[in-house]
């Protein structure tokens, strides 16, 4: 489908209109696979429905430059932004040939020159009972990370974690967690998940009332957020009330001038299911008063 045979919508964020929307192509992976003609199903359908950017996820930067180019080619004609999403953290083996394969893509699109990846996952995996980084591991993290964050930026491209199974918060001796690394770096911005923290996926869920306060010490730090939200402890696949609410969270952008408001749901595996969801999901912010469609 064209995007010139639709009328194209619109999206803004009513009180904070200079806000930028998006989604994560994660939304999808489940249904289409991560190549040159379902991205650009996914961007024309962007462009369409009246959003600003997307997130390329391709989890281990698989993607060829040719086809990057090709891509970023689509984006630039649809007029849609994208940041470059990765899937492995720093302290997982092979990390820094992603991150580089990573980099070497997001230079290629258009917009903001953000690169994403994960703060934990594997070493967490590994150990069920395991709650948060022991100091040495936190030491470890900040270097890679640091100095990821330091060679991206000497490109112009911004690298950001997103939250994940790790604890917001450590005990400040037994264990550490997202605000240890936080308060122990500098140069690494946050994509802030905001159902995260209290899915049944944290090794020790956060109250919503001390996420939102550390996310105000941040400042610049905090980038992007991503609006998926959790029933029970368990993420889903449209978005729906949540202990830290969307209301909440997009006051607090509003606060702290974050720009990128990305719309992030669990995938399923039905392509027109995944649209289905979408097309709730905005409904459901236009019913909040959050967005407005014009």
Request: aromatic share 10%; net charge negative; glycine share 4%.
């Amino acid at each position: 489908m064209k995007t010139s045979e639709f009328k194209k919508k619109k999206l803004a964020v009513k009180e904070y209109p200079y806000m930028r929307i998006g989604f994560s192509t994660q939304d999808f992976q489940n249904a289409m696979p991560t190549d040159v003609e379902s991205l650009t199903e996914i961007i024309e359908y962007a462009s369409k429905e009246g959003y600003h950017f997307i997130e390329i996820r391709d989890d281990h930067a698989l993607l060829r430059s040719d086809e990057c180019k090709v891509l970023a080619d689509v984006t630039l004609s649809h007029n849609i932004d994208v940041i470059y999403e990765i899937h492995k953290n720093p302290l997982d083996p092979g990390y820094e040939e992603v991150f580089a394969r990573g980099l070497s893509n997001a230079l290629m699109f258009p917009g903001p020159r953000i690169l994403r990846t994960l703060v934990s996952k594997s070493e967490f995996e590994a150990d069920p009972a395991k709650i948060g980084w022991t100091k040495s591991e936190m030491d470890s993290l900040i270097k890679i990370a640091e100095d990821s964050a330091s060679e991206a930026k000497s490109k112009n491209v911004r690298l950001i974690v997103e939250n994940f199974n790790e604890p917001f918060f450590g005990d400040g001796s037994n264990y550490y967690g997202l605000s240890d690394f936080f308060n122990n770096s500098v140069l690494t911005g946050l994509q802030f998940d905001i159902s995260n923290p209290i899915r049944n996926t944290s090794r020790r869920k956060a109250e919503p009332k001390e996420v939102a306060k550390y996310l105000l010490t941040l400042k610049e730090r905090w980038v992007t957020t991503h609006f998926k939200t959790a029933v029970a402890g368990e993420a889903q696949p449209v978005l729906t009330e949540n202990p830290l609410t969307i209301e909440e969270v997009t006051s607090l952008m509003g606060k702290m001038n974050v720009l990128y408001f990305t719309l992030e749901l669990m995938g399923v595996k039905d392509k027109h299911q995944c649209y289905d969801n979408h097309s709730y999901s905005i409904q459901l912010l236009k019913d909040k008063g959050i967005l407005e469609e014009y």
